[in-house]
């Protein structure tokens, strides 16, 4: 079967390339197409028809400045599906681009499947709407997604666990020794504070700043910046004079003490590696934008390990409460070895893993797009 598979950012591409990995072992015949990133280039053997670089632009202001560049990504994506025909389209989150496909794809009769739901459970709950109308198949990567779903008249919708599971599981078994890593890129030998200032340009242009000057604060630490895919060190050491570690996040924070991080899928590779974290989500830091998002959102939490477990696991400092004091407070108590906020933050992270369930993921997917196309 051929799979049309798109995927607008860091973490899509690596949970894409994964199913990519499993759909080739369970069809013989498989063959790709695909918008992405590095990850499914390797998995698929092929380059891909646009990088997620050029598709990734996050806030209204943002978007508003590259509408041309991403009409012109819509009409490039539109023409390679008419050219190529696939057996169907996969989604990866990016909902925006991906529901403008998926009614495309509807219109020229191709089975859509959304891999990874788009957290319309959180804001813009009216796309319910069009995803019963144009998905055929909805997999969910949180445990409470398939109920929300099923609520809103929706029974495509099915759990098959979290992809970070296996693949930070597999990060961690693979990790090298300490004094490797270290040496490797060229850190000192003090406990580690990581900073996973995200994987856009705007997201860490508005929150590695914040980042680093509460950094400055740890001078008895070793700090270290994971940069993104795609985003080269030049633009990080515009916005701070630390370290940068590439290509090695997930390694980064085997051997990290603690960490910030900016609101995403890096909360929760954090957690499954087990390192105390501070979620920092600054954007432009007004409270106006901080009452806005409360009245849009249907949610008590932001970050996946607070959602998944329903309780304020991590703490979340957003917009106007994430300043450089405040971010420092939170940090300063997850540092000391037994403290009570580290423990608790770790007894968090422990019941989040037991209710995301085994490994996996991938593979069951790739059985539920298989049993989808074949009906």
Not at 174 to 203: N, Q, Y
């Amino acid at each position: 079967m051929h799979y049309f598979i798109i995927a607008g950012e860091a973490s899509g591409d690596l949970h894409a390339a994964g199913l990519i990995e499993k759909l080739r072992e369970k069809d013989p015949d498989a063959r790709f197409s695909f918008l992405g990133g590095d990850c499914m280039s390797k998995a698929a053997g092929t380059s891909p028809i646009l990088h997620y670089r050029e598709m990734a632009f996050m806030g209204f202001s943002e978007v508003l400045r590259n509408l041309r560049k991403i009409f012109g990504n819509l009409k490039i994506a539109k023409k390679a599906i008419d050219a190529a025909r696939p057996d169907c389209i996969i989604a990866v989150d990016y909902p925006s681009f991906n529901l403008k496909i998926a009614r495309h794809a509807h219109k020229a009769g191709i089975p859509v499947v959304w891999y990874i739901s788009p957290k319309i459970w959180a804001w813009k709950k009216w796309r319910i709407k069009d995803i019963r109308r144009l998905v055929d198949r909805m997999l969910c990567i949180l445990p409470f997604e398939p109920d929300f779903y099923a609520a809103n008249d929706y029974s495509e919708a099915t759990y098959v666990g979290n992809p970070s599971v296996e693949e930070i599981d597999k990060a961690l078994a693979a990790v090298a020794p300490r004094a490797d890593f270290l040496r490797r890129h060229k850190l000192r030998d003090h406990r580690i504070i990581a900073l996973l200032p995200g994987s856009r340009r705007g997201e860490i242009r508005c929150n590695l700043p914040v980042m680093n000057e509460v950094a400055r604060r740890y001078p008895q630490y070793t700090i270290a910046v994971a940069a993104a895919p795609g985003i080269d060190d030049a633009f990080y050491s515009s916005l701070t004079d630390f370290p940068i570690v590439r290509g090695a996040t997930h390694e980064l924070l085997a051997h990290s003490h603690a960490a910030l991080v900016t609101s995403g899928t890096a909360t929760l590779e954090a957690a499954l590696a087990e390192v105390p974290q501070v979620v920092t989500y600054r954007s432009n830091g007004s409270r106006l934008a901080y009452n806005l998002m409360k009245r849009l959102l249907h949610v008590k939490y932001v970050s996946l390990p607070n959602l998944i477990t329903d309780a304020p696991v991590i703490p979340e400092q957003l917009l106007h409460e994430c300043t450089v004091d405040i971010v420092d407070e939170r940090l300063r108590a997850l540092t000391r070895e037994g403290a009570p906020a580290r423990e608790s933050q770790l007894a968090g992270y422990a019941e989040m893993r037991r209710l995301l369930g085994p490994s996996g993921a991938a593979s069951r997917a790739a059985d539920a797009i298989i049993k989808t196309l074949k009906k």
